[in-house]
């Protein structure tokens, strides 16, 4: 019994090796992506930085190839205000098949500077700000969220004119 049982957890430990060891781009079409926030300076590393100043990207990893685009809704979120839309965008996500956390997609730059100034910032951490991806080609839960504050727009990137 006890040798059956050994023999069985190395199957399965080897079993799920495997699995980890298969190539991201074998990976099933679905619910597979993941937002990041960047601020400056830029790159393509898969961190997310939560504590933002104007500009800032919003990275999109491991999406699934196709025509496929996402939406991407910025609300202001308590303290700061009330849920009211800042800013609503469309982005390209379906480059290349989906190959995992690392895979960058797509990178698009906002700057909320103007948008604002009507709203509460916090002494310390700035305006708090969410971040919703709604992305086509998901099975499942296609929406992604993220909470994050963001500093200093006003000074460091005045409106444009």
């Known amino acids: 019994m006890k040798t059956t049982a050994i023999r069985l957890g190395s199957v399965m430990a080897g079993l799920a090796l495997a ?3 298969m190539p991201a781009a074998n990976a099933a ?4 992506g ?7 300076a830029f790159d393509d590393h898969p961190n997310n930085e939560p ?14 190839e196709g025509d496929l685009f996402a939406t991407v809704t910025f609300t202001i979120h308590p303290p700061s205000g009330g849920g009211e839309v800042l800013l609503t965008d469309e982005v390209f996500i379906g480059e290349d ?14 700057d909320l500077s103007g948008l604002l100034s009507q709203y509460t ?13 709604e992305a086509e080609g998901s099975i499942g839960a296609d929406t992604k969220f993220k909470v994050f504050w963001v500093s200093d ?5 005045p409106p444009k004119s």
């Open 153 to 157: 727009c006003e000074k460091d990137c």
């Open 19 to 21: 699995m980890l060891s």
């Open 51 to 64: 504590h933002v100043t104007c500009p800032f990207q919003l990275d999109f990893y491991g999406y699934d």
């Open 29 to 32: 079409p679905g619910n597979d």
């Open 97 to 110: 098949p989906a190959g995992g956390g690392t895979d960058l997609d797509a990178s698009e730059t906002y």
């Open 121 to 133: 910032a916090h002494p310390q951490q700035g305006y708090h700000v969410k971040v919703k991806v």
């Open 34 to 40: 993941t937002i990041k926030l960047d601020r400056v």
